[in-house]
């Protein structure tokens, strides 16, 4: 070939290339700092949650609480950032002397079709949410609901099986759908002050600004949330500008970047307690000593260091301070490899035993396992490790408890009641732990509801039911433009009408 | 030629049809769906109420008749998750994934026929050595780490790209998308790209060495004349093989790219649904992308036999070709 037609081709690559490159003029810069709040600037929230349905009572995915609870359905009650309960939907509560009986009277919203919020559409979504079809993740603390029944058209009457000190609590997950919606896959009829624009699954959904919206209007003019499968892909477009903020920084590795002027690094409390789950059902472990051996060996301070840089509590049982019941507890089973050795013999294991913790792969489990292992080393326990899926833990471990020991985030808040369920995964039974637990449920007051549960809480610490290794951070991040960023992020409910974002 | 055509098209049918099967009872094999959809708190009630829900409780010879019923309809059926149309969520995929694969493939192509044929033509002068270095170097780097450092080059530290997504607008604002595809593209171009030009080397240098060659020049043709008319014509069967295997694998090497550059594609379709077992989702992007690499090569191989006479012939059975070669090797 000729030298000219070489150059020629080279040529081609260079303008084929050029082509490629079109449009690079165009750089996203990075919004100004300072500045006064924009009401209308559009905040693009960046979030690894992306929910699996866009209906709630549709599956497991705490994404569909993320973006929806709140922002575009609303309940009769809210729950606070700081885990308190509010009314929403229902202006007015009270209760029957028996505490059986629930009668809410209806705030005037509509929804976004314009139909009043009724209650019609109360009783519709109350019992939608605890059908058969339902898989929602709160089902079974509404099971308790026996009747809905309709009073006038802003009036609702809800009879319970038992008494339940928590159920306005737990009303607070429980969407009020419009009863004459339809298609929930793609659509809503929620009442919040979002409605839902666009839905592009593996992407984003995007949240217009309700115009007629009931309540206090929000401080920006609409939400994207856009999701991103990989961590480093969602900093990135952190970085890059691509996003205001992340709901959840679920690698500790990428903080640093983010610590400087340009952004603001936000930790509250979660709920999400990382769990050495022990089959109490088998040997060793349904010994009190061993697990309580096993908890002793393992330096959990180190642990934490290692795995979030120190962010983040160490907690002795199933319960963060976030809740009523809250005691603390994080020394009652101190790290201490003596008392490990000296519990061990004492349980007729002074030479070790071997055993097998199943792992999730997902999230930071693999690594904690790995630190396990080293630790239980020292004192002559040798731990094998088995990696799994998520859907593999649900089929193998929580269905058919089919377990040594497994590693599990458990992000529920006030879940210290699966301790209460002798059926769980973990097979903890106390028959004193379920009267109180039970009891609690059906207690007079919130006050005598908390003491039981305070009773129960130091039990299953007492007994080293599990392993509890540490409470996660809840690590926000957000340019530095961005402000009113809820902090704590309760069960995944996250707030978006506060935020708003300095003009650019 | 009618008979190869026939022929071929039966045996992609079969093999469709045994992809089909052997993918819906590997995923059965592989799980329960229903597994994916709970959390922590669900009671064996729900579990079951979820299994009928998605009517993987049916004995699996009527899951089985009724997914070939709706294949043979061309119906991909419904989201275990979300309820969505798989037919129109790959339908929705594809504004992503196809012009990713074919821009990278094009470019590849681009940066290949030059790069292979001078790695070769000047395989003993330095730059000739250069580019046989860089095109093994930048066939043996994986493809994320390609992805990750321009990143971290033109979207990091240079704010020239965005470092992932794609415009929610889809092509409604095609420079806008274009920006949003350059690093994705230019990240499998450079990985495929490489490869390719492996082969085109390794194809020059098998041309360059034939006596045909030395014959055309020796008859006072121009070397490039020479290339043209007997060295290209010679040199490209192999290379359209080679090619077709190329855009399949250009495909199937997006899924990983989509996943590093946030690309709402195909590929990130597939990694959500396998996470989520969502199988109708699985089937659908695996069969569509079976269908897409059996398609190829089809088109290859009929390819291949118009421009080369001597393979119509010899492979195609017929009793014609057989007394020739019986004639020649006497």
Known sequence: ?504 | MAAYLLRRTGLLLLSLALAAALLFLVLRVLGNPVYALISVGATEEDIAAAAARLGVDRPIGEQFVEYIQQLVTLDLGTSFTNQLSVGDEIARRLNVTLPLTLISFALSVLIAIPVGFIAAWRSRTWYGTAFSAATQLGGAIPVFWVGILLITVFALQNRFLPAGGFPRSDWADPADALRSLTLPVLTIAIVAGSDLARYVRSATLDVLGQVYLRTARATGQSFGGAIWRHGVRNGIVPVISILAIQLSTTFVGAVIVENVFGLPGLGDMLLTAIRERDFPSVQGVVLFSTVLVLGLGFAADVTQRIIDPRLRTTLSGNRRAGSRRAAVSA
């Open chain 1, 1 to 504: 070939m000729p030298r000219r037609s070489l150059t020629a081709v080279a040529g081609g690559i260079a303008v084929a290339a050029a082509l490629v490159l079109a449009g690079c003029s165009s750089p996203s810069a990075a919004p100004a700092a300072g500045g006064a709040a924009d009401p209308d600037a559009i905040i693009t929230v960046g979030s690894q949650n992306e929910p699996t349905s866009l209906d709630q009572i549709g599956g497991g995915s705490s994404g569909v609480t993320e973006v929806f609870t709140g922002n575009v359905y609303e309940g009769l009650f809210r729950i606070t950032d700081d885990a308190e309960v509010e009314p929403l939907l229902a202006a007015e509560t009270s209760v029957s002397d028996d505490g059986l009986t629930y009668t809410f009277t209806l705030a005037d919203a509509t929804f976004h079709s314009g139909d009043p919020v009724t209650a019609d559409d109360v009783k519709y979504s109350l019992e939608r949410f605890i059908s058969e079809e339902s898989i929602a993740a709160r089902k079974r603390q509404l099971s308790v609901i026996d009747t809905v029944t309709v009073v006038d058209d802003k009036t609702v009457d809800v009879t319970l099986v038992s008494k339940s000190v928590s159920f306005t609590y737990n009303l607070g997950y429980v969407w009020i759908v419009n009863d004459t919606a339809t298609d929930r896959a793609t659509t809503e009829d929620g009442s919040g002050p979002y409605t839902l624009a666009d839905y592009r699954k593996g992407d984003s959904i995007t949240l217009d600004r309700y115009a007629d919206y009931w309540g206090d209007e929000p401080a920006n003019g609409g939400v994207v949330y856009q999701y991103y499968a990989d961590p480093t892909a969602l900093n990135n477009a952190l970085l890059t500008g691509a996003v205001d903020l992340v709901t959840s920084q679920s690698n500790p590795d990428g903080l640093a970047q983010f610590d400087n002027d340009d952004f603001t690094i936000i930790e509250g409390t979660s709920t999400t307690k990382e769990i050495l789950g022990l089959n109490d059902r088998i040997a060793p472990f349904d010994s009190v000593d061993v697990r309580k051996a096993i908890y002793s060996a393992i330096d959990r301070e180190r642990l934490l260091d290692s795995i979030w840089d120190g962010r983040g509590q160490l907690i002795g049982s199933m319960v963060p301070p976030s809740e009523p019941w809250y005691i603390d507890l994080a020394d009652n089973n101190p790290y201490d490899v003596e008392l490990a050795e000296d519990l061990l013999a004492q349980a007729g294991y002074a030479d070790g035993f071997e055993f097998t913790i199943d792992t999730p792969d997902s999230g930071v489990h693999s690594t904690v396992a790995e630190f396990i292992k080293s630790e239980l080393a020292k004192v002559g326990v040798t731990v094998n490790i088995n990696i799994i899926t998520d859907d593999e833990w649900y089929e193998k471990i929580y269905t058919n408890h089919d377990f040594q020991a497994t590693l599990q985030g458990h992000v529920n808040d006030r879940d210290i009641n699966f301790y209460g369920n002798p059926d769980f995964y973990w097979g903890y039974n106390d028959a004193d732990v379920q009267t109180w637990l039970a009891e609690s449920e059906a207690a007079d007051s919130v006050e005598a509801q908390t003491d039981l549960v305070k009773l129960a809480n130091q039990k299953i610490s007492d007994d080293a039911a599990s392993v509890w290794l540490y409470l996660n951070p809840q690590l926000r991040i957000a340019a530095s433009t961005v402000t009113g960023v809820p902090e704590n992020g309760l069960n995944s409910l996250f707030y978006v009408a506060g935020i708003a974002k300095a003009a650019s």
